[in-house]
């Protein structure tokens, strides 16, 4: 009986080796797809910060265009105050021309096709060009 102990013994010893071999093989391929898997998300990873990169580089470029187009507004719009400050000028300057401009002058006679109405409204037209130029 001591040999059938001793092969029982060295038997159950072989099968707790089996069983030690069968977990360090099963761990070794948990390594291997923890690598793997580290691999593929350091790749994902890389694609992600050139994509980002992409992203700044455009979000730059994006912010200079707006910006030109912010000062291309500003200065319409100046050029759109001062040719509303010039028709209007221009308007007053008619008005102390008609104003100024006495009807009983030796010249009436011949203004008399040119009444100040009419006068009055093809300045008007005038102003009417001045404005609709500087809104182009």
Do not use: F, H
């Not at 009807?103 to 009419?118: A, L, N, Q, R, T």
């Amino acid at each position: 009986m001591d040999k059938e102990t001793e092969l029982q013994s060295i038997s159950e010893e072989n099968e707790g080796l089996r069983l030690k071999i069968g977990k360090n093989l099963s761990g070794q391929c948990e390594e291997s797809e923890l690598a793997a898997g580290l691999k593929k998300s350091e790749a994902v990873l890389a694609e992600l910060k050139a994509s980002l990169l992409d992203k700044e580089t455009q979000l730059q470029s994006i912010s200079e265009e707006n910006e030109m187009l912010k000062m291309e507004i500003k200065r319409k719009e100046n050029e759109a105050s001062r040719v509303n400050e010039e028709a209007v000028e221009a308007a007053r300057a008619a008005e102390r021309e008609a104003a100024y401009n006495p009807m009983d002058s030796p010249y009436s006679e011949d203004m008399d096709d040119d009444s100040p109405k009419k006068k009055n409204g093809n300045m008007l037209k005038k102003i009417g060009v001045l404005w609709k130029k500087g809104q182009k």
